[in-house]
């Protein structure tokens, strides 16, 4: 059994498009030492995004907390708002961008566990 909270994460992950995200569960033994699944806590500041990116074994879902998001998901662009969730398959690019003045903040759920060997660049 793991139990966290935000307050108790490691370091949030800062990329260099502005993305924060914050490993709640996940591969590290402080994350709990799975390797089945991961959830992340995610913030993107206004006006700002993560980056263009595909997983070869990983899938993800995004449940959208709060604020509105715009996605592109293999050049295809829709909007979430807060209480949607979106299903990204393995290689499948996508893109999050936070479209209004407040942050948008995010649940993202990999199968199996996230690790950076499966996320590339577009």
């Not at 924060?20 to 799975?34: A, K, S």
Request: hydrophobic residues 35%; proline residues 7%; glycine residues 4%.
């Amino acid at each position: 059994m793991h139990i966290t909270s935000i307050n108790q994460a490691p370091s949030p992950l800062i990329s260099p498009a502005g993305e924060i995200l914050i490993e709640l569960i996940g591969r590290p033994v402080e994350n709990g030492g799975t390797s089945q699944q991961s959830l992340a806590y995610v913030i993107i500041p206004p006006r700002m995004s993560s980056a263009a990116h595909y997983h070869k074994v990983m899938e993800e879902t995004y449940y959208i907390l709060r604020g509105t998001a715009r996605m592109t998901i293999d050049d295809k662009e829709f909007t979430l708002q807060t209480g949607q969730a979106c299903l990204i398959q393995p290689h499948e690019k996508h893109q999050i961008f936070s479209e209004h003045e407040e942050n948008m903040e995010f649940l993202a759920i990999c199968t199996p566990a996230w690790y950076p060997q499966d996320s590339y660049a577009v």
